[in-house]
């Protein structure tokens, strides 16, 4: 749920401009939706994370000057930017304090050894800069409404598509469960059990 709340105005700014085909009047409306959506959150969380924060700063810097230079190339940089920022993100939070951004997002829910959480963390940075490369080319390469059509259905589909071979990934890590152990006889003493190495 979280995941398509996050696409909302990415969905809303598809609908506008399938039924005006015009690229500004999109942007016009993914401005003030962006913001509501951030302005939502938190009021409801009292809290905003990072980056729905940066999203919502390049949406209505890059936003503002495709309304007013009515030039769409600023808004079709702004998938590549937010994806190339987290990339980044990503990338500094492994060398900077203890633990990476995945496994701070992550952790209270998934206990992992800390090889697998770098190699988690480092797939995310790989996931956003070929995304953000990607954008870049099917929109220097393509029409502006197959770069509309991929805003939505391609962006959305690859990150689906990734959570759902990091399930499948982080799956081969989790801790298998096996029948329930029996208590020791008074007297004997139980064998602890190794932790599950990283594959």
Do not use: C
């Amino acid at each position: 749920m979280k995941l398509l709340f996050d696409f909302f105005p990415v969905v809303l700014f598809f609908a506008v401009y399938k039924y005006t085909g015009d690229i500004v009047i999109a942007t016009a409306v993914l401005i003030p939706v962006t913001a509501a959506q951030v302005g939502w959150t938190w009021f409801r969380h009292r809290r905003v994370e990072n980056m729905h924060l940066i999203t919502l700063v390049l949406v209505v810097l890059l936003g503002g000057a495709t309304i007013l230079f009515q030039d769409a190339t600023f808004i079709q940089w702004k998938p590549t930017l937010v994806n190339w920022l987290f990339a980044l993100a990503f990338l500094g939070s492994e060398y900077i304090g203890e633990r990476n951004l995945v496994q701070r997002m992550l952790e209270a829910n998934l206990q992992l050894p800390r090889p697998v959480w770098t190699r988690l963390n480092f797939a995310w940075i790989g996931f956003f800069t070929f995304v953000g490369a990607l954008n870049l080319f099917v929109a220097f390469n393509f029409d502006e409404n197959t770069w509309v059509n991929f805003k939505l259905f391609g962006l959305l589909g690859l990150t689906l598509l990734f959570v759902v071979v990091q399930g499948l990934w982080l799956a081969r890590h989790l801790p298998e469960e096996g029948p329930e152990a029996t208590p020791p006889e008074p007297g004997e003493k139980s064998t602890p059990q190794p932790p599950g190495d990283p594959r």
